[in-house]
């Protein structure tokens, strides 16, 4: 059974950083674009990058909105997705969820998703 | 940027009638379009992919179609466990993008 579970969540003061975790089990984790995704509440997701697979050469690409503060990068040894996030800001107040990209750029499967907010 | 455009942004309906909700895109975008349920405070499921591919455990109450830029998700005598929102998404610009969703709620 395909699971991804985020961790790291919590409140942050604006400009400071946070880095988030995904544990993935129950597929073989280097086959897969894994992503992360963001929800503020209310609102529609917005997808904020990925990291592409071993076939790949896990390369990442950002959704300009968030490109040069966050970072997406994956450790498969231990099949974990991170997201380091740096000089955060209100309007990055949202949930976070990571996502595995099946062929074609379908998000198949989500985690529960991570509260994330930017809060003096 | 893509814009996908949802309409209408509530729908209200009884249990037992069929419903069609719209997206569309604001440029054609081949059949790249995935539909998405989500239920209060849990995470988003993908229904449909590629406009009109059923997805594997999906009730086949959830139907697709559409190309271009104009699409449709038919949800067949809907359910009390269908009272939900229901986000496109396309995958034609690397650029990936949602719509802002359509509720659906029991009249």
Known sequence: EVKLLESGGGLVQPGGSMRLSCAASGFTFTDFYMNWIRQPAGKAPEWLGFIRNKANGYTTEYNPSVKGRFTISRDNTQNMLYLQMNTLRGEDTATYYCARRALGAVFDYWGQGVMVTVSS | ?107
Request: proline share 3%; with cysteine; glycine share 6%.
């Open chain 2, 1 to 107: 940027n893509i814009v996908l455009t949802q309409s209408p942004a509530t729908l209200s309906v009884t249990p037992g009638e069929s419903v069609s909700l719209s997206c569309r895109a604001s440029q054609s975008i081949s059949t790249s379009i995935h539909w998405y349920q989500q239920k209060s405070n849990e995470s988003p499921r993908l229904l449909i992919k590629y406009a009109s591919q059923s997805v594997s455990g999906i009730t086949s109450r959830f139907s697709g179609s559409g190309s271009g830029t104009d699409f449709t998700l038919s949800i067949n005598r809907v359910e009390s466990e269908d009272f939900s929102i229901y986000y496109c998404q396309q995958s034609y610009s690397s650029l990936y993008t949602f719509g802002a969703g359509t509720k659906l709620e029991l009249k």
